[in-house]
């Protein structure tokens, strides 16, 4: 785990058994750091996102959506979810695509970070190399999945962007409104609603809210800095 | 709208399109103010608990509750609800009661307003006369209402009472476990669950977590001061 991880994130994984490995995200390798520990203790690597089993779990977000929109019979016009390695938004569209091929699927990233929406562009994986970071401490990889990116390209209507303020703002609108707490990186897909990224008037959309590892404090700052604006 | 409730709350209710009119909870009667507007502007009085179709509307939380029970195949041992003038608790009951006669179902009311727990063991409504304020705003009542308590009087296995510490408590466990925002009337049943005043151990326990109306700096208030014990 990052070592600037939510020291909620880390107790709660704590709490649930593991022993954390913490990382400087500057100087480590993380993927390098999981192999070493898996030579060593004889572990099972469950990668974040480049691994199909994982694609299909995140997936079963995009099933229930499909199953439920069905239910209230209502054909989605667009689905939009958080993108890091783009296993979520990848599983969520395979699942998505089956059920109504003419949903239109976002993935949406921090500013600085938007390697899905510019390889999406180039047509091709796109390493970025980012000027400065962001509050969305769970978004922040420099190039897509190699077995994420296929999908992407093939389902994918486009990618969108969000700025940190962004985010914040719709983190106050789902405490305020929803009264859910979200991290600021589970609040990016529901910005670029809010935003008026996508046409929605008329709309049925669907947003996932995903990752609500933030601290009291931090969540307190960043609901405030929305509010003060 | 009492002039200490939350300004979320009054700021939500307008942005509603409704005129609200602040009055102090220490010398003026919510009830007269009410039957004074009604008389003056034409308008139709909604109760807040104490009317038949309110009671029905509020037990439809009961009835959804005894719906998804019984989908997951599981029989409630138990319900808990916040209560002020019982009216959503009363007519949980009703609904749940019906469904399984076997669910125990309490009302949990704030330290000092626990008219209801005190009618309930006396068997007649009993008012009561608070020495200390608590933070669970919404419900400072003094007396159950004159249509719930015969409902709850037939229908609860018991009152329950919990302190402002122990809402506190919830509140923090509902943001870092369940990523719900509870104001701390809201959390109170919940309160009564982990401060174990009832058996739990292998048992299925509905729990009715109500209302959200809390500001940011406030929330971080109860959360951090649940923290720090």
Do not use: W
Not at 60 to 80: H, S
Not at 188 to 208: E, Q
């Amino acid at each position: 785990m990052p070592s600037d991880a939510p020291t909620i994130k880390l107790e709660n994984t704590r709490a649930d058994g593991a022993t954390v490995v913490p990382y400087n995200r500057a100087d480590a390798n993380r993927a390098a750091i999981a192999d070493d520990l898996v030579e060593k203790i004889g572990a099972t690597l469950v990668p974040p996102y480049d691994d199909p089993f994982v694609i299909a779990g995140q997936g079963t977000v995009g099933q229930e959506f499909a199953q439920q929109a069905a239910a209230i019979e209502i054909a989605l016009d667009a689905f939009l979810a958080p993108c890091s390695g783009g296993g979520l938004i990848a599983g969520c569209a395979l699942a998505l695509s089956a059920a109504n091929p003419a949903t239109k699927i976002y993935s949406v990233e921090p500013t600085g970070f938007d390697d899905t929406a510019q390889s999406l562009t180039a047509g091709v994986r796109t390493q970025i190399d980012p000027s400065a970071p962001s509050i969305c401490d769970a978004l922040l990889l420099e190039i897509p999945g190699a077995l994420t990116f296929p999908i992407n390209k093939e389902l994918l209507t486009g990618g969108l962007v969000v700025s940190d303020a962004d985010a914040q703002r719709a983190m106050a609108v789902l405490f305020q409104e929803f009264k859910i707490v979200a991290e600021p990186s589970g609040a990016t897909a529901l910005a670029a609603v809010l935003d008026g990224r996508i046409d929605t008037r008329g709309k049925s959309i669907g947003v996932v809210v995903s990752g609500g590892n933030v601290d009291p404090a931090a969540f307190l700052r960043h609901i405030e800095a929305a509010i003060s604006v």
